[in-house]
């Protein structure tokens, strides 16, 4: 206790200089007459900017605005540093009424940052309508702090031009490992002198479908030291250095970080990618002849999933506005518009979206599985601090450095260390703990 004020005023330096340094600013949406003689209640909506992003909430604010006249609403766009930002306003005592939230919601929920909207959602929102393990990324000890519009997943696209030059069928949505493996190696392209100008996959297949998870959801300690994990590891190295059907560190480097375009070039056959590169992929591959499928099964089908949510902040002066504006985005216009960035998190309107877009690209009602699939990653305390230990002991194994079975031991203990730290020193701090 004695070293709060101390960290307080560390806190409100810190904050100036964010905002100084980062540029922090505000952007109106439509609204008539000046601000000092607009008698309507203000709110603050924090949300990350972008190419799709941008017109989508702005559009949206202006519709809510036009439904709800006494309330005048400011966008706060911010491109990159979103989390860093949000945080910079919260410890300089100037939080926004509203803040989008995805994985990072714990570290906030942890901290006492939002409004707590159970009684609000229970007798206002059919929960039945959304999928249990997405509405659980924002409940914190049997609390909502939280209401997701959206749904981020993974899902395989392939092309089918390629797939048809070897001979190939379009893959099920239940295929095995070994269905994946036979197909892969028909996929991949080699020169004269042997090597691999084409690759079947982008990268290796996802923990998830090995049964494997970095985090027990239960206690939010490490769960990666297994032979699930391991069993992951070998199979993407084998993969990669062996049969060559993967790239690996050294051939991602040369292929370079545009997925899509690696795809579009047939550089790969396959390529796992996530509903967040939807709004690109329609461009980027228009006039190909591509589909959609899962990911093979190992041991079980998974698909990684996430989600989006704008959150309310525990500090608003207008809670009942600020509901109001939290519920708007629940709608179907606002979901449906949000449809090519992540699928709607009421199952009604992603239903609708799948259904609408036919057989274009082929196989999508395939997508209809992929949400009942969902394998989110546990919104445990700091997760972004976490995870990254894991992707450092990670990259150590495909790099060969280390075996899978050092890494993940040392891994999960490097985890529970940190973990044992950070639950410490909010105890320390009085920091809320909704574990």
């Known amino acids: 206790m004695r070293n709060r004020k101390h960290w307080s005023t560390l806190l409100w330096a810190a904050a100036f200089m964010a905002y100084a340094i980062l540029g922090i600013g505000l952007i109106s949406t439509v609204g008539e007459g000046g601000e000092e003689n607009d008698a309507r209640t203000e709110l603050v909506l924090a949300v990350p900017s972008g190419v799709t992003l941008t017109p989508i909430y702005r559009n949206a604010v202006a519709e809510f605005e036009k439904l709800n006249p006494d309330i005048r609403v400011k966008l706060l766009e911010t491109s990159g540093k979103f989390y860093q930002k949000v945080t910079v306003m919260i410890a300089g005592g100037d939080p926004p009424d509203l803040m989008w939230m995805g994985q990072s919601f714990a570290e906030f929920a942890d901290r006492d940052v939002f409004l707590d909207i159970t009684d609000r959602i229970?007798?206002?929102?059919?929960?039945?309508?959304?999928?249990?393990?997405?509405?659980?990324?924002?409940?914190?000890?049997?609390?909502?702090?939280?209401?997701?519009?959206?749904?981020?997943?993974?899902?395989?696209?392939?092309?089918?031009?390629?797939?048809?030059?070897?001979?190939?069928?379009?893959?099920?949505?239940d295929w095995t490992f070994d269905e994946f493996?036979?197909?892969?190696?028909?996929?991949?392209k080699r020169d004269a002198e042997g090597r691999t100008v084409r690759f079947a996959i982008n990268q290796g297949l996802s923990y998830d479908v090995f049964g494997a998870r970095v985090f027990d959801p239960e206690t939010g300690r490490a769960d990666c030291d297994t032979p699930?994990?391991?069993?992951?590891?070998?199979?993407?190295?084998?993969?990669?250095?062996e049969e060559r059907l993967v790239p690996n560190a050294v051939d991602k480097s040369e292929l370079g970080s545009d997925i899509l375009g690696m795809f579009k070039q047939e550089k790969v056959a396959m390529l796992q990618c996530t509903t967040m590169r939807q709004d690109r992929m329609y461009d980027v591959f228009a006039g190909m002849d591509w589909g959609v499928t899962l990911l093979p099964k190992?041991?079980?089908?998974?698909?990684?999933?996430?989600?989006?949510?704008?959150?309310?902040s525990r500090e608003t002066r207008h809670p009942e506005e600020a509901w109001r504006l939290c519920r708007f985005f629940q709608g179907r216009a606002f979901q449906m518009a949000m449809a090519r960035r992540c699928f709607p998190a009421n199952k009604v309107y992603a239903a609708e979206y799948i259904d609408s877009r036919g057989d274009q690209p082929c196989n999508f009602k395939v997508m209809h599985k992929v949400l009942r699939l969902l394998t989110p990653m546990p919104r445990v305390p700091n997760l972004q601090e976490l995870s990254a230990v894991f992707d450092r002991f990670s990259a150590d194994v495909l790099l060969g450095t280390m075996t899978p079975e050092e890494a993940m031991r040392q891994c999960a203990a490097e985890i529970n260390r940190r973990r044992a730290k950070i639950l410490e020193h909010k105890k320390t701090a009085g920091v809320s703990d909704h574990e």
Request: net charge positive.
């Open 122 to 173: 229970r007798k206002e929102v059919d929960l039945s309508l959304y999928p249990a393990e997405i509405l659980a990324l924002y409940r914190r000890n049997g609390r909502f702090y939280g209401l997701p519009y959206g749904i981020d997943a993974s899902f395989v696209i392939y092309n089918r031009k390629l797939f048809r030059e070897a001979g190939l069928r379009d893959p099920e949505d």
């Open 181 to 188: 493996l036979s197909v892969a190696r028909k996929l991949v």
């Open 228 to 241: 699930e994990m391991v069993n992951y590891f070998r199979t993407n190295l084998r993969l990669m250095n």
């Open 298 to 312: 190992v041991k079980c089908q998974a698909q990684w999933a996430s989600s989006q949510a704008i959150c309310i």
